[in-house]
């Protein structure tokens, strides 16, 4: 039947974002089953360029059955279409908002140990096994874009940082919970955080190392 | 005068009162030096860029005044533990009849807007950036007056830091200061995320329709046209370029009417605030509805965009 794979790719691009929170891996890219979608729609294609040319126009317009054909034939590839940016689209979504999460650090993101330090027993692809070759490029892209809109307010405050709830203290108590090495604080100051540590400072300073796992809010 | 009493005037948390308490004793010797920690105070911001004149003049701390100059908010970074704002839209009393002072009130009403403090109305555009789903109008002037303050309230932080005069009270006070730094940091990054989650939502919209480009800041602009590129670029590359040649554009409209140009749904709720006489609307029905002043209405955005961009109603 025309349009099922596309049915298919579409529910399964639903359910996985009906539970976003506790936040899932995303799924792997559904290349082929986006392969074949993109083959059926082209011979939907050409079935309607061959059926059109060979009958004709005056046929067009009595045949009903032809037409009655052509038009399920042209539903059926506007609505793979449909499905298929959908699909992308929704990808999309969630490429940003795991861009968002790690407080725009690509390179964070995209290091193959972060997954795996964070769920080690779950075999869940790393984010960057998952994206197809277009998305990476749609993500460093998206990097790229966001650096240089957020340089403007960069010597104020940094638009990355998270915006989940108003800033309540300006002293955090953190715990080390990964090695992060020597780090240059601002103001000059040097802190060596090692694993099992627990340090008083200022939130803003610190808050991009809590996003990234290093510390942990105690 | 004593360190301390112009602190207790302002009803500040209890915290501040036990500390006041405890260090009742050292009062007095503190009070000799406050002035002078109130000087340096003065002498590290160089512009006197706020013409508001004090009532409590030389007595408050011009660190904690001198941008967020209401009392209210030297309270709200004095309760943090509370942790919730102290910027809610401050709805007046609907003060009832006498339509003869009606234009009276009105014009105070608008003085009120005016003289409200740059955090105060930041507050009022966040909220209402959130509470629609259109695009609104970017407050540059309003975000660069902040940004502005905010960075010579740093500098002036830094300075009395690492001044070895400042003394712990003085120390204390200046981790008001900053909190509230924080927040209002805080704000203005919500407000600028709030509107780019939206740009990029409505980013081929806005790109397509040069009529609504003035509601936006350059950069904004520039940024949502080349998200749209990036994001046709990403679907070309991905799906498009297999497909027949008939289905690659991405700007077609469906047999439904449905068009593959996200457009802000105008037809969303929102909650207002009448904050003047905003006259009649006619409701879907055909009912009508009065938009008397002070009070408040869920209705359809798309009937009252025009009360609320021009600042008549509020959004909550």
């Given at each position: ?48 360029s ?6 004709g126009q ?22 793979n ?26 390179a ?41 809109y ?53 939130r ?15 | ?84 704002f ?69 500098k002036?932080?830094?300075t ?21 730094m ?48 990036l994001?046709h ?17 991405m ?8 068009s593959?140009?996200t ?32 009070t ?21």
């Open positions: 039947m025309y349009g099922d794979l596309a049915l298919q790719l579409v529910t399964a691009s639903h359910r996985s974002t009906l539970s976003t929170t506790p936040q899932l891996p995303l799924p792997k890219y559904a290349l082929p089953l986006i392969l074949s979608i993109c083959l059926e729609t082209r011979q939907l294609g050409t079935s309607i061959t059926a059109a040319e060979t009958h005056v046929s067009l317009s009595q045949d009903r059955g032809l037409v009655c054909n052509l038009t399920v034939q042209h539903l059926a590839a506007r609505r279409k449909r499905c298929l940016l959908a699909y992308l689209s929704t990808r999309v979504g969630g490429v940003k908002e795991r861009w968002w999460d790690a407080g725009g650090g690509l964070y993101l995209l290091s193959p140990s972060t997954s795996v330090a964070v769920n080690p027993d779950l075999d869940a692809p790393d984010l960057r096994s998952a994206l197809s070759p277009q998305e990476l490029d749609f993500l460093r892209g998206y990097n790229n874009l966001m650096l240089d957020k340089s403007d307010f960069l010597d104020v405050l940094d638009l990355t940082a998270g915006i989940e709830k108003p800033p309540g203290e300006l002293m955090v108590d953190v715990r080390v919970i990964k090695d992060a090495g020597e780090v240059i604080l601002e103001g000059g100051e040097r802190v060596e955080f090692r694993k099992g540590e627990r340090f008083r400072l200022a803003s300073q610190v808050e991009r190392l809590i996003v990234q796992g290093f510390l942990e809010e105690v | 005068m004593s360190f301390f009493d112009d602190e207790a005037e302002d009803s500040l948390s209890p915290e501040l009162r036990s500390v006041r308490g405890a260090s009742s004793s050292r009062a007095q010797s503190i009070g000799a030096s406050s002035s002078s920690f109130l000087d340096r105070l003065r002498s590290t911001v160089s512009p006197d860029t706020d013409p508001h004149s004090y009532p409590h003049g030389a007595d408050r701390s011009r660190a904690s005044a001198s941008i967020f100059d209401t009392e209210s908010n030297l309270e709200a970074s004095a309760s943090t533990s509370t942790s919730h102290g910027f809610t839209p401050n709805h007046q009393p609907d003060e009832e009849g006498d339509q003869g002072e009606d234009v009276e009130l009105l014009e105070e009403e608008l003085r009120e807007m005016e003289e409200m403090d740059d955090v105060k109305r930041m507050g009022m555009i966040w909220v209402k950036e959130r509470g629609t789903n259109d695009i609104m109008g970017w407050e540059g002037d309003l975000i660069d007056g902040l940004f502005d303050k905010l960075e010579q309230q740093q002036m932080v830094t009395l830091r690492s001044d070895p005069q400042t003394s712990e009270e003085e120390h204390f006070k200046l981790m008001l200061v900053q909190t509230e924080e927040r209002v940091k805080y704000l203005v990054r919500s407000y600028v995320r709030t509107r780019l989650h939206k740009i990029e939502k409505y980013s081929q919209y806005i790109t397509l329709t040069p009529s609504i480009h003035h509601l936006l800041s350059g950069a904004e602009l520039s940024h949502a046209r080349r998200y749209t590129e994001l670029t990403h679907y070309q590359h991905s799906v498009l370029d297999s497909l027949p040649e008939w289905l690659r554009k700007d077609d409209t469906y047999g439904d009417g449905l593959m140009v457009k802000p749904n105008k037809n969303m709720p929102v909650l207002i605030y009448c904050r003047r006489d905003c006259g009649e609307i006619t409701l879907e029905g055909g009912e009508r509805a009065a938009l008397a002043r002070g408040t209405h869920l209705v359809k955005y798309r009937l009252v965009d025009r009360w609320i961009s021009l600042g008549w109603a509020e959004v909550l």
